[in-house]
């Protein structure tokens, strides 16, 4: 028989034992070694045959046991002081709190996913593990951070193999009762939130509270019983179904996000938040909810209410992948954003023009979340140098008097939560990363310890990772209908004293799984070879949609399957957090391969250098940025050969060279291998401060978060400050046109200009009636030339208003130093200016001279 329904009975816990409880509600365990050990003291075996989940341990723990700790003196101190650390780490004062020096009241941090835990599967890959590392890192700043997402009722998907190695998928039921969070509760009643859909229809949804650390992430849950059997199934997995299923998730979770975060902060006391930052475009209707907040709230006309909820807003692109970003109908949004559901003040035409495709090589019929969400916020980042590069020339578009370079989008490279990823026993070594905060110099107490000491450390690493990979292979075969008896040669795979190198992500055709596979013969040779072979794993998820990424799953399983080389190659299924955790330490060598640039940051190299692994990678993403021959080897990338194969045969043959050449022959350079030891070294104590989480978390607050919460601050006393700013920039926008940069001169040049040199520049401007000079920032830019006469690397230097003729025609002059030799240029052009706006290319507005002929160097006015 089929339950209709199922839920957990959690434990009446005895009453010493309390604390149990507290320990396991706050997801700090997940990255806490000691209070896992507590949980472990519970009953070693049940946590280990539960995979290390405390709610299911408490729930399977037998009464006598559970009588038995009540009486154990020594057990109820230890659970005593991981509870009083506990308080301590969630009440005492960090980082934010001494030294941010911050206004910031709190910020709501938006996303579709978050891989906080294995037990709690709500992610599918980087962006989710990216977003649970953010919290976690805010968490030990104490930045006052609350997240916002879905619960999905499925999760993502578990991944395991048919015999002929062809991705199969299973959607297991979570069930909330069963997981370490907590219903949102308004005195007796649940607190829900709701959205109103076409045909005034309502989604409904209940939020639950995951604790993590000293942040609440809210997870709305649409699976209750007042919605209608379709609406309880909005929240049912994580990117599945039809394209209004996603629409209505992106529905629930920015507008009902919102209002999740307004029941919060109403019910626990907490101050609202100034800034909203969406982490990729899924969340981006947060902007439309709060505008709507506005005009309802508080009477504003839309283009005030806008000006109010940008300054707040960050917005973090994660895709260089045109394809990869979210797009819908229009009709679409025109059903969802009605008068009915959103308010008059929230005029449906205006949200579509947000999200409209009107420039080079849009699509006018589509509505765009990416596009959306840089006209929603007034900060928008990219996620590694590189990526902000592209990200800047992939939105030109909506910039289009801008260089690329000007294109208001910056970047803030991703960081890990060490803490998480770092093994405990190099964190025991480093004596740093279990410290939950972070510095220049945190792990140099790694100086102390021998290189032995650091070897023999990352055998026994070695050694976990192939104890759990053998065991997931066998479990795999079982699955794939092999017979125990078959197994014993899986007892043998792998070895703790073989170059171990580690391949895992998800499986999009630019990441390029079987690139190692282009020569299979040479990869064979390699993994063969009798004095220095190789052993890899691979792990990684197609998406269920896409059949060309299992295609590839099953290329590499079929090539893994040979039993003459299983033993050294192993692809293991159902990569997640719980096989993600023991792989980075057990790697000496972890590889990467995409297509470059599209590889926004990537993170899973830093996790293995913060175990000591060495990254062997193209240079894209934050590997470009740094990159050290200390911290491993670059593939060579083949950008620019526009065959693929043929890029894919070059940049392999370079993948093959370096590991024969380079990689191996330092492996196995003697019993403890002196120069890759150094390299261990190098990577973890000068890359390691690098790519924490925290200094991610850190860049986030000073260089987005207090900014936003500031221009918020200016913007929200009265809404004096908003409605002047958008009355100004209509005034621009419809008076720009007539803005004209008339004449251009220079003076002092001399007939050979000359190091050193001090140089005037004058401009001469005309105004259309109703713009001041104030209005405008005139601007000389000066730089290097290339052969068609760019200016490459442009210095803005700001002119000062000398002299207005009459009301519309003005001379602005200023100095530029001639500080480069060679080919030299410059122009001017005329910006809005403004105090509120974040850059003066907010607009998209500039005017140069209209012709160059108008730039007369030299001559006199
Ligand atoms: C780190 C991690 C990822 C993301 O890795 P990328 O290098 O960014 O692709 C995906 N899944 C899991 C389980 C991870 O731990």
Redesign the pocket.
């Known amino acids: 028989m089929r339950a209709i329904r199922r839920f957990s009975v959690r434990p009446v816990l005895p009453e010493p034992l309390t604390g149990l409880g507290t320990l396991v509600n706050n997801l700090r365990w997940a990255w806490h070694p000691d209070t896992q050990d507590v949980f472990e003291a519970v009953d070693a075996q049940l946590w280990r045959a539960t995979g290390g989940d405390p709610v299911r341990l408490l729930g399977e723990v037998s009464a006598a046991r559970l009588e038995q700790l009540a009486g154990d003196g020594a057990f109820l101190r230890r659970l005593e002081l991981a509870v009083a650390d506990l308080n301590e780490y969630v009440e005492g004062q960090r980082w934010f709190q001494t030294e941010a020096g911050s206004p910031v009241s709190a910020v709501a941090y938006f996303s579709p996913e978050f ?1 906080i835990t294995h037990v709690l599967p709500q992610y599918s ?2 962006l989710g ?1 990216l977003a649970g590392d953010h919290l976690k890192a805010a968490s030990d700043l104490g930045v006052p951070l609350i997240g916002v997402g879905l619960l999905y009722r499925h999760g993502y998907f578990g991944q395991s193999l048919n015999r002929e190695g062809w991705q199969q998928e299973r959607y297991p039921l979570v069930d909330p009762d069963g997981l370490p969070i907590t219903q949102l509760r308004d005195g007796d009643e649940p607190a829900t939130v709701s959205v109103t859909l076409p045909g005034g229809r309502k989604l409904g949804a209940q939020i639950w509270v995951a604790q993590v650390g000293r942040v609440p992430l809210l997870m709305l849950d649409s699976d209750i019983e007042d919605n209608e059997p379709a609406e309880r199934e909005v929240t049912d997995r994580l990117y599945g179904g039809t394209t209004e299923h996603r629409l209505l998730q992106e529905l629930l979770l920015g507008v009902g996000g919102v209002r999740a975060v307004r029941e919060y902060c109403r019910i626990a006391g907490t101050p609202a938040p100034e800034v909203f930052h969406t982490n990729e475009g899924h969340a981006g209707f947060l902007g439309i909810e709060r505008i709507r907040e506005l005009s309802v709230d508080e009477g504003l006309d839309f283009d005030t209410a806008l000006e109010v909820a940008r300054a707040g807003t960050v917005f973090t692109t994660h895709t260089p992948v045109p394809a990869g970003i979210d797009r819908f109908p229009q009709e679409l949004i025109q059903q969802h954003f009605s008068p009915e559901a959103f308010g008059e003040g929230v005029p449906v035409d205006r949200i579509l023009a947000l999200g409209c495709e009107d420039f080079e090589g849009g699509d006018p019929a589509v509505f765009n979340m990416a596009v959306m969400g840089l006209r929603l916020a007034q900060r928008a980042n990219g996620v590694s140098q590189l990526h902000g590069v592209v990200s800047r020339g992939m939105f030109a578009g909506l910039w289009p008097s801008f260089d690329p370079v000007d294109v208001p989008i910056s970047s803030i490279t991703n960081g890990v939560h060490a803490p998480t990823w770092v093994a405990r026993e190099i964190s025991a070594l480093t004596n740093a990363a279990a410290s939950e905060g972070d510095s220049e110099n945190m792990f140099d107490a790694l100086d102390q310890v021998s290189d032995e000491q650091l070897w023999d450390t990352k055998r026994i690493l070695r050694q976990r990772f192939i104890d759990d990979t053998r065991a997931r292979v066998r479990a795999s075969w079982v699955n794939r209908g092999a017979s125990e008896a078959e197994l014993g040669w899986v007892d043998e795979i792998l070895d703790p004293d073989v170059l171990t190198m580690g391949f895992a ?2 499986v999009p055709s630019y990441k390029r799984l079987t690139l190692m596979l282009r020569d299979p013969a040479r990869l064979k040779a390699m993994l063969l070879h009798p004095e220095r072979p190789i052993q890899i794993v691979i792990a990684g998820k197609a998406h269920p949609a896409d059949e060309g990424g299992k295609k590839l799953i099953q290329e590499m399983v079929r090539f893994a399957d040979d039993p003459e080389v299983r033993h050294r190659i192993v692809f293991v299924p159902d ?3 719980a096989l ?1 955790q023991p792989m980075y330490p057990g790697t000496d060598v972890w590889l990467n391969n995409p297509l470059r640039p599209y590889e926004a940051c ?4 830093m ?1 293995a250098a913060l175990n000591g692994g060495l990254n062997l990678s193209i240079r894209d993403g934050w590997w470009d940025e740094w990159y050290d021959d200390e911290f491993g080897w670059a593939i060579p990338s083949a950008e620019g050969v526009d065959d693929v194969d043929r890029r894919d045969d070059l940049e392999a043959k370079a993948l093959y060279d370096l590991i024969e050449k380079h990689v191996a022959p330092r492996f196995y350079d003697g019993k403890t291998p002196a120069r890759w030891i150094e390299m261990l070294r190098h990577t973890i104590k000068e890359l390691g401060p690098k790519v924490l989480a925290t200094r991610m978390v850190r860049d986030y607050v000073q260089q987005l978060y207090v900014p936003a919460a500031q221009a918020s601050h200016k913007l929200n006393d009265t809404y004096d400050g908003a409605r002047d700013l958008a009355q100004w920039k209509a005034r621009i926008r419809a008076a720009w046109p007539e803005v004209r940069v008339d004449h251009v001169e220079l003076q002092g040049l001399g007939d050979v200009p000359q190091l050193g040199t001090t140089v005037g520049v004058r401009a001469f401007v005309t105004l259309p009636a109703g713009l001041k000079p104030t209005d405008l920032d005139v601007q000389a830019l000066h730089g290097r030339v290339d052969s068609s006469d760019e200016i490459t690397d442009a210095v803005a230097v700001s002119l000062h208003l000398a002299e207005s003729y009459d009301d519309n025609r003005h001379r602005f002059e200023g100095d530029l130093k001639l500080d480069r030799t060679g080919a030299f240029g410059y122009t001017v052009r005329a910006l809005p200016n403004h105090p509120l706006l974040a850059t003066s290319a907010e607009l998209g507005l500039a005017t140069a001279p209209s012709t160059p002929a108008d730039v007369s160097p030299g001559t006199e006015f």
């Open positions: 891989g890959g980087g593990i992500r998800r990569y997640d957090i993600a990537g993170t899973s190299g996790k």
